[in-house]
């Protein structure tokens, strides 16, 4: 079954002013797609052809690296653009609060450690809230990596690649993730993927 791309699930300017409609379409409409079209052809005689997605990230990582790169930022992306919302940040559910502050000493310091993951991140990748052996881990990943290759289940993950806020913040990373943070995240996709994961 071959890998699509999805449609946005809001509008290109629904995320405005913190992330553009021309980033949206940028991002979605070239980065992703060309992921998503070279994984479709990178997959054929692989022998991995006709497994989920997420078992093509994992059976192809550190064995079949241009497939993998491009699988898993499809993988990526498609959460990604599902963890942010219109008018998003703002509180988290209840359960997923009272895990954060068991395993991650409080909200503010999540947040904190998030962002710092996101801005140490050297070059390209990705910063992850996980769910790792039954706890929650905040990790970074370079490149196109994310937890699942780690032994976690990701649950909100933030794109760190330049494309993913040059537009909009050229080389602010740190504004970019605050941004993120406060105004973008869509804590409800974020308690599903938990409630699944758990």
């Known amino acids: 079954m071959a890998f699509k791309l999805p449609e946005l699930p809001y509008a290109y300017d629904a995320l405005q002013p913190y992330m553009s409609k021309e980033t949206l379409e940028f ?6 797609n060309t992921y ?7 997959i054929e005689g692989s022998g991995l052809e006709g497994k989920s997605l997420e078992e093509v990230v994992k059976q192809s990582h550190g064995k079949n690296q241009a497939l993998f790169n491009n699988a898993s930022q499809h993988y990526n992306h498609l959460h990604f653009w599902n963890w ?5 940040g703002g509180s988290i559910p209840d359960a997923l609060e009272t895990k954060i502050n068991e395993d991650l000493g409080g ?19 990705w910063a992850w809230l996980a769910l790792k052996g ?7 990943t370079p490149n196109g990596e994310n937890p699942l ?5 990701p649950l909100l993950g933030v794109d760190v690649w330049e494309h993913s806020y040059y537009i909009d913040y050229r080389n ?3 504004d970019y993730l605050k941004a993120f943070v406060d105004n973008l995240i869509n804590w409800e996709y974020v308690e599903k993927l938990y409630d699944e994961a758990k």
Request: hydrophobic residues 30%; positive net charge.
């Open 84 to 88: 942010m919302k219109p008018g998003g």
């Open 172 to 174: 602010k990373r740190p």
């Open 27 to 32: 991002h979605h409409d070239k980065h992703h």
């Open 36 to 42: 998503v079209e070279t994984a479709n052809k990178l």
């Open 107 to 125: 909200v503010e310091k999540f947040k904190e450690d998030f962002i710092e993951a996101g801005k140490g991140q050297f070059g390209s990748g």
């Open 149 to 153: 290759v780690h032994g976690g289940v």
């Open 134 to 140: 039954g706890k929650l881990e905040v990790m970074k």
